[in-house]
Structures are given as structure tokens and as C-alpha cells.
């Protein structure tokens, strides 16, 4: 079973950070690549950041490229998204999943965090 727990969000102003975290079960974090994503009112689900099972290797969606850093601790089982420069449109409920080899994110999903950005 998937496991995910996400953390983190909040309210805060524009050109501000925050930082989320995302604990999943050990067998979850082993096995997969992680992904953050996120859900904004009315718009579907879309894709934020993703870093590798092994080596780390991270990639962006071009909306956060060069704001958003994605991380992670392999002994706490945790990813981290430090977000920084915020703008109101990053206001969304914030999740993270595990990502398959296909690039799909698994079927279960956590209870998000809400970040919201004011301007």
C-alpha cells in the first residue's frame, strides 16, 4: 500500500518560499522515482517536479524551472520541494507520488498540502 504524506504548505506572500515535505513508506521510496505535483481550483492536476530513484537526477516543469528545487533524504524516505520566489499562480493544493517507469504517477494519492500564495 502507498503510503504518502505530505506537509509544509501554507500562506504566504508573494516572493516568498516555503518548503514541503513528502514521507512515504520505505518500500514506495525504494522502488520509485518521486514526483511532486499539484491541483490548482478548477484546473486538473499537472505535473511539478520529479528527481530519480538513483542519482538524483531531477527535472522541472518549465512554470517552476529555476524556483522549485526538488530533493530528497533516502534514510528519513522523505522528498522535498523548497519552493522560492513564489507567485500567486503556484496557489494549489500540493502533492507528491511516486512515478512509474512509464512517467505515470501511482493510482493512490496523499491528502495534499494547500499552498497559497497572496499577491
Known amino acids: 500500500q502507498v503510503q504518502l504524506v505530505e506537509s509544509g504548505g501554507g500562506l504566504v506572500q508573494a516572493g516568498g518560499s516555503l518548503r514541503l515535505s513528502c514521507a512515504a513508506s520505505?518500500?514506495?521510496?525504494?522502488?520509485?522515482?518521486m514526483g511532486w505535483f499539484r491541483q490548482a481550483p478548477g484546473k486538473e492536476r499537472e505535473f511539478v517536479a520529479r528527481i530519480s530513484r538513483i542519482g538524483g537526477r531531477t527535472f522541472y516543469a518549465d512554470s517552476v524551472k529555476g524556483r522549485f528545487t526538488i530533493s530528497k533524504d533516502n534514510d528519513k524516505n522523505t522528498v522535498y520541494l523548497q519552493m522560492n520566489s513564489l507567485k500567486p499562480e503556484d496557489t494549489a493544493v500540493y502533492y507528491c507520488?511516486?512515478?512509474?517507469?512509464?512517467?505515470?504517477?501511482?493510482?493512490?494519492w496523499g491528502q495534499g498540502t494547500q499552498v497559497t500564495v497572496s499577491s
Open positions: 520505505e518500500r514506495t521510496f525504494s522502488s520509485y522515482a
Open positions: 507520488n511516486a512515478i512509474t517507469p512509464s512517467g505515470s504517477p501511482l493510482p493512490s
